[in-house]
């Protein structure tokens, strides 16, 4: 909403200030294209610091801060910051719905696998195997 409102202000900040001013004005599709070019850049960088908070808070980090860092390191910088440095996606346990780590093989609740593992030698499998690839343990009568 914010990148909306930037956008519709600049346009009638041109329209209704800076165009009604000028003694020669310029061609009419110069009048109409300059504002919408000049509008666009405040929106898309209102809409990537919305994007940003929104975003650091789906990863559970700092919302507040790296919308700060976002919006007061100059040129751009901010962003490739926060793109390089930030976490993961956090996932919800498909048995508790708790919220975990990408990268965890269990769930630190209910320890439910992520990874489904062959009982006898460790190796992976996938949910409908029935044997396991690496031993050959019948995966039926191991559960």
């Known amino acids: 909403m914010l990148a909306v409102g930037v956008f519709a202000g600049v346009q009638l900040l041109f329209h209704g200030?800076?165009?009604l001013r000028e003694t020669?004005?310029?061609p009419v599709a110069l009048q109409l294209l300059f504002p919408l070019f000049i509008g666009l850049i405040p929106a898309l960088l209102a809409l990537l610091i919305g994007?940003?908070?929104r975003d650091a808070g789906r990863r559970g980090m700092s919302r507040t801060l790296w919308t700060v860092i976002v919006?007061?390191?100059p040129?751009?910088?901010g962003f490739i910051l926060y793109f390089l440095f930030?976490?993961?996606?956090?996932a919800a346990c498909p048995a508790c719905g708790s919220v975990v780590e990408p990268r965890a093989n269990?769930?630190?609740r209910c320890r439910y696998s992520f990874h489904p593992t062959c009982p006898h030698c460790k190796g992976p499998v996938r949910p409908g195997d029935a044997f396991c690839a690496n031993c050959g343990t019948d995966l039926g009568q191991a559960a």
Do not use: K
């Open 71 to 73: 919006i007061f390191v």
């Open 106 to 108: 269990y769930c630190p």
């Open 24 to 26: 020669n004005p310029p």
């Open 51 to 53: 994007y940003v908070n």
């Open 86 to 90: 930030r976490n993961p996606m956090q």
């Open 17 to 19: 200030f800076v165009w």
């Open 75 to 77: 040129n751009a910088i």
